[in-house]
T-cell receptor, first 110, second 118 residues
């Protein structure tokens, strides 16, 4: 399975928009992408999920280009409580394996 | 809804002993559960896929005789770390997929078990 990669870390300030990208070059037609948030010593918490184009919910947006080789999680106006590690997860249909990306540590400053 | 309970949340054991970790889906049924391991400042690594009523499927490099998985009901999967050693110290996280949904359902995760082997 191809590695799913993310930037190691990002810094932001309160109120700013944050975009975190995940690269998944070997994604196939029926594979889907999910983003999770994780705080220290806790399990991942679901943020958003999609197959293609754009998905939006009350906390985030997910942008997936036509080739689906990457996806971008967009957090519209971050707050201090958004400081966490963010993971993309690709669900591979053919193998039924759900593989996490390398994770991005987001630090939000006041 | 869609709560996954993992127990214990932390455990300390002596080298050579075995430890059992439980993963329960509280308000849904899960034919498939997944076990992950996470070392400090690293991503979650898939260890095995647990299917109710059948043998688990282990990822390459994960010893099935060391990490015993039992998924005897649609709401419970257990991971037993046998003859634990200090290098097995890690954060173990389970997840479950709701049977109601077809392919495409997001996973629901437990809150993890911190295992420390002394």
């Amino acid at each position: 399975l191809a590695k799913t990669t993310q930037p190691i870390s990002m810094d932001s300030y309160e109120g700013q928009e944050v975009n975190i990208t995940c690269s998944h070059n070997n994604i196939a037609t029926n594979d889907y992408i999910t983003w999770y948030q994780q705080f220290p010593s806790q399990g991942p918490r679901f943020i958003i999920q999609g197959y293609k184009t754009k998905v939006t919910n009350e906390v985030a947006s997910l942008f997936i280009p036509a080739d689906r080789k990457s996806s971008t999680l967009s957090l519209p106006r971050v707050s201090l409580s958004d400081t966490a590690v963010y993971y993309c997860l690709v669900a591979f249909y053919n193998t039924d394996k759900l593989i996490f990306g390398t994770g991005t540590r987001l630090q939000v400053f006041p | 809804g869609a709560v996954v309970s993992q127990h214990p949340s932390w455990v300390i054991c002596k080298s050579g002993t075995s430890v059992k970790i439980e993963c329960r889906s509280l308000d849904f049924q899960a034919t498939t559960m997944f076990w992950y391991r996470q070392f400090p400042k690293q991503s979650l690594m898939l260890m095995a896929t647990s299917n109710e009523g059948s043998k688990a499927t282990y990822e390459q490099g994960v010893e099935k005789d060391k990490f015993l998985i039992n998924h005897a009901s649609l709401t419970l999967s257990t991971l037993t770390v046998t003859s634990a050693h200090p290098e097995d110290s890690s954060f173990y996280i389970c997840s479950a997929r709701d049977n109601v949904w077809a392919w495409g359902s997001p996973l629901h995760f437990g809150n993890g078990t911190r295992l420390t082997v002394t």
